[in-house]
């Protein structure tokens, strides 16, 4: 099989009963076994894992698809905006063909007096322009919108708040890769 590693260890895990079995070969699927009650949260969450070990194949019993447990690739979380964006901000570009991110976003009016604030996700599909555009015109007004996108490689997939409007809004969106 491969070796046991355990503890703080090459991939940065920490000590505590956490064990990999590290496969000799790259066509070897590994395993990751994880024992909450002995582990600390925090201490994983800013560690990265990556290579061979980067593919859950199962989840708390369950077994998983595409890239085992999604990883959230950009996001975008601001508050107080009162004007449009001047340019649009990349969330992530891609890296492959035949990738399939699931993409949120949302936009919140906090204050209201007159326009239409929009917030729109664009990418490239096909070698085609793809956007999708969502917009509030009330105090307290919500919209939000999400889905599959399968961007071409090396495409941006940005997000900007658009329109002419007196008012504050908050937006949010996050990009996770599935397959």
């Known amino acids: 099989m491969g070796q046991v590693v355990h503890g703080n260890d090459q991939y940065g895990l920490p000590a505590g009963g956490n064990t990999i079995e590290k496969s000799s070969t790259l066509s070897e699927t590994p395993t990751v076994e994880y024992e909450p009650e002995s582990a600390n949260y925090d201490q994983l969450g800013a560690k990265n894992i990556s290579g061979p070990l980067s593919l859950v194949t199962e989840y708390d019993g369950v077994n998983t698809y595409g890239q085992g447990i999604g990883a959230i690739y950009g996001v975008d979380n601001r508050t107080g905006i009162t004007s449009a964006d001047g340019s649009a901000i990349t ?79 908050k937006v949010g969106a996050a990009v996770e890769r599935i397959a």
């Not at 070698?127 to 090396?154: E, F, M, R, Y």
Request: hydrophobic fraction near 35%; charged fraction near 5%.
């Open 91 to 169: 969330l992530y570009t891609t890296t492959g063909a035949n990738q399939l991110y699931r993409v949120f976003f949302r936009i919140y009016c906090t204050a209201y007096t007159s326009g239409t604030p929009t917030y729109t996700l664009a990418w490239t599909e096909n070698t085609a322009s793809k956007t999708a555009s969502i917009n509030v015109t009330a105090l307290n007004a919500t919209s939000v919108q999400g889905g599959l996108i399968q961007p071409d490689n090396n495409t941006n997939i940005t997000v900007q708040v658009t329109g002419t409007f007196t008012g504050t809004v």
